[in-house]
T-cell receptor, first 110, second 114 residues
Framework: SQTIHQWPATLVQPVGSPLSLECTVEGTSNPNLYWYRQAAGRGLQLLFYSVGIGQISSEVPQNLSASRPQDRQFILSSKKLLLSDSGFYLC?????????FGEGSRLTVL | KNQVEQSPQSLIILEGKNCTLQCNYTVSPFSNLRWYKQDTGRGPVSLTIMTFSENTKSNGRYTATLDADTKQSSLHITASQLSDSASYICVVGPYNFGNEKLTFGTGTRLTIIP
């Protein structure tokens, strides 16, 4: 069966520091991969999605970036974090109309 | 602008009681509607997925209904349990394949008290 791993689960970072969140999927090949952000009181916001290695589409302009160095690995990065980057970040993989989420990474920027 | 509105924002009920959560959407085109359950601090988990041609779908004690004409959906929870305490998110998809253009509701926070 397919599983999705996301880490770290919790992260506290100062403003201006870099960020790296990682996500890996097991049990499937060539998955569509997604990064979402969930802010309090708001619906999930799609940040990036990828349909293959090296193929990244950005939905929202921001100081975040994503990379897909391997088929089942998706990385969310930032060179300099802003206070507004705080939130709950979710990685997901999907096929058809199915969407499977990871456990999330809680980022607090101070 | 595509929107998904959920009501109520929060709900508290006694264990064993039934409840119904509402979802209204203005999404075009429309292909499918999904309900997810999200425990606090966890990722959402799919409960039901309905296409525009389906009126109802069940998953154990969860039953979702869809009226594509009025653009409304509901999630009915029967004989609630403490483990049902979570946020329930309604999601609408415009296409019958892919997840790139989903519109998410802000969720209903359900609390079950003993």
């Amino acid at each position: 069966s397919q599983t999705i791993h996301q880490w770290p689960a919790t992260l506290v970072q100062p403003v201006g520091s870099p960020l790296s969140l990682e996500c890996t999927v097991e049990g499937t090949s060539n998955p569509n991969l997604y990064w979402y952000r969930q802010a309090a009181g708001r619906g999930l916001q799609l940040l990036f999605y990828s349909v293959g290695i090296g193929q990244i589409s950005s939905e929202v302009p921001q100081n975040l970036s994503a990379s897909r160095p391997q088929d089942r690995q998706f990385i969310l990065s930032s060179k300099k974090l802003l206070l507004s980057d705080s939130g709950f970040y979710l990685c997901a993989w999907g096929g058809g109309v199915e969407l499977f989420f990871g456990e999330g990474s809680r980022l607090t920027v101070l | 602008k595509n929107q998904v509105e959920q009501s109520p924002q929060s709900l508290i009920i006694l264990e064993g009681k039934n409840c119904t959560l509402q979802c209204n959407y203005t999404v075009s085109p429309f292909s499918n509607l999904r309900w997810y359950k999200q425990d606090t601090g966890r990722g959402p988990v799919s409960l039901t997925i309905m296409t525009f041609s389906e009126n109802t779908k069940s998953n154990g004690r969860y039953t979702a209904t869809l009226d594509a004409d009025t653009k409304q959906s509901s999630l009915h929870i029967t004989a609630s349990q403490l483990s049902d305490s979570a946020s329930y998110i309604c999601v609408v998809g415009p296409y019958n394949f892919g997840n790139e253009k989903l519109t998410f509701g802000t969720g209903t926070r359900l609390t079950i008290i003993p």
